[in-house]
């Protein structure tokens, strides 16, 4: 997909990702503890990835999607 200077001021990817992977967990239902438990990922680290946080590491991200058995292409 390509963005215009414009599209991208207005377009939030990351909180489109928090969204996916908070509603993927909710599917397989798995609680933020649970997912804890299975990626190995910190509560307070999946908390802040569910909202949208930027401040989460590619390899932090790689484990969570992974663990809910997503694929993440970047481009």
Not at 19 to 26: A, C, F, Q, S, V
Request: glycine residues 6%; proline residues 1%; positive net charge.
């Amino acid at each position: 997909m390509v963005y215009t200077k414009k599209e991208f001021e207005t377009i939030r990817p990351l909180d489109e990702l928090a969204e996916l992977i908070r509603k993927e967990r909710k599917e397989q239902k798995l609680t933020l503890k649970g997912l804890e438990e299975l990626s190995g990922v910190s509560y307070s680290t999946l908390a802040k990835l569910e909202s949208g946080d930027d401040g989460i590491n590619l390899k932090t991200l790689k484990q969570v999607v992974k663990t809910l058995g997503l694929k993440l292409w970047i481009e």
